[in-house]
Antibody, heavy 121, light 107 residues
Framework: QITLKESGPTLVKPTQTLTLTCTFS??????????VGWIRQPPGKALEWLAL???????RYSPSLKSRLTITKDTSKNQVVLTMTNMDPVDTATYYC?????????????WGQGTLVTVSS | SYELTQPPSVSVSPGQTARITCSGD??????AYWYQQKPGQAPVLVIY???ERPSGIPERFSGSSSGTTVTLTISGVQAEDEADYYC??????????FGGGTKLTVL
């Protein structure tokens, strides 16, 4: 059974850097074809893909946020870390991590429970 | 930037068939995926690679593709199917994108 869980601060101040950790079990991020992605959802709004890291350490980012995002993995700890710099109130959202596989493009299954991050001074 | 277009809302009565569409220029060359999200919960994959159904998803959920439009069909809608539904795909460069979501209301 694959499970994922997000952890990190619930409140950050504007201009600060957000660091979120996704801790997973039930799969290995060293297995060919496997990835972990981050997706966020502002309150009452749609899902937005942020970043994806593959088993081979290939990394993909949303073009609109690429300059602010960094995704890394620690295979031995079964963790993926997302950092987002220069946080703004518009970044207030529930942040999800998800297991990902690819066939032409990636899909996400399953997802973690999500963690709500509020950006406010 | 690439966009996937969904209707904001769809309403059906119990037992009827609900169809939710998702349009995008790259859909003829990229697979589409569908997620169900109930209030306060994380999204759940209900269709992958246009029309494949993950294990544990009821048979009443199906997907189809025609040109630049993909469709999620829920046959014999039940009250428990009331949720937000999101399509997801990729553009020609591989950038992943979600649709704006469709709220399914079971009358």
């Amino acid at each position: 059974q694959i499970t994922l869980k997000e952890s990190g601060p619930t409140l950050v101040k504007p201009t600060q850097t957000l660091t979120l950790t996704c801790t997973f079990s039930g799969f290995s991020l060293s297995t060919s074809g496997v990835g972990v992605g981050w997706i966020r959802q502002p309150p009452g709004k749609a899902l937005e893909w942020l970043a994806l890291i593959y088993w081979n350490d290939d990394k993909r980012y949303s073009p609109s946020l690429k300059s602010r995002l960094t995704i890394t993995k620690d295979t031995s700890k079964n963790q993926v870390v997302l950092t987002m710099t220069n946080m703004d109130p518009v970044d207030t959202a529930t942040y999800y991590c998800a297991h990902s596989l690819a066939a032409r493009s990636n899909w996400f299954d399953p997802w973690g429970q999500g963690t709500l991050v509020t950006v406010s001074s | 930037s690439y966009e996937l277009t969904q209707p904001p809302s769809v309403s059906v009565s119990p037992g009827q068939t609900a169809r939710i569409t998702c349009s995008g220029d790259a859909l003829p060359k990229q697979y589409a995926y569908w997620y169900q999200q109930k209030p306060g919960q994380a999204p759940v994959l209900v269709i992958y690679k246009d029309s494949e159904r993950p294990s544990g998803i009821p048979e009443r959920f199906s997907g189809s593709s025609s040109g630049t439009t993909v469709t999620l069909t829920i046959s014999g809608v039940q009250a428990e199917d009331e949720a937000d539904y999101y399509c997801q795909s990729a553009d020609s460069s591989g950038t992943l994108v979600f649709g704006g979501g469709t709220k399914l209301t079971v009358l």
